[in-house]
Nanobody
Framework: QVHLVESGGGLVQAGGSMRLSCAAS????????MGWHRQAPGKQRELVAS???????NYADAVKGRFTISRDNVKNIMYLQMNSLKPEDTAVYYC??????????WGPGTQVTVSS
């Protein structure tokens, strides 16, 4: 189905910004729901933000007002703009479609490390 690869992670200082990209090898034009997840060391993977084909967006309480999810259905890329980063945001970030998630299919993710 749709194969996704995350990029854009790295080391950033607290208060800084970073934009993650999720490139799809395949069309996402008809993908109903896509989202970003993250998993911190020793913690369960959690949903950070989601976006529907109609443009509806949802955010975890911990990132509301700081993160912005978007998608470009022409370039087949989904983005996560992260501002005012905190050390608590340190995690491996994954993008996925709802369909792939339900099948247990995940990409390699990209590491985001926020230093204090």
């Amino acid at each position: 189905q749709v194969h996704l690869v995350e990029s854009g992670g790295g080391l950033v200082q607290a208060g800084g910004s970073m934009r993650l990209s999720c490139a799809a090898s395949g069309s996402i034009f008809s993908v109903s729901v896509m989202g970003w997840h993250r998993q911190a060391p020793g913690k369960q993977r959690e949903l950070v933000a989601s976006i529907t084909n109609g443009g509806s967006k949802n955010y975890a309480d911990a990132v509301k007002g700081r993160f912005t999810i978007s998608r470009d259905n022409v370039k087949n890329i989904m983005y996560l703009q992260m501002n005012s980063l905190k050390p608590e945001d340190t995690a491996v970030y994954y993008c996925n479609t709802l369909s792939n998630l339900l099948k247990g299919s995940w990409g390699p993710g990209t590491q985001v490390t926020v230093s204090s």
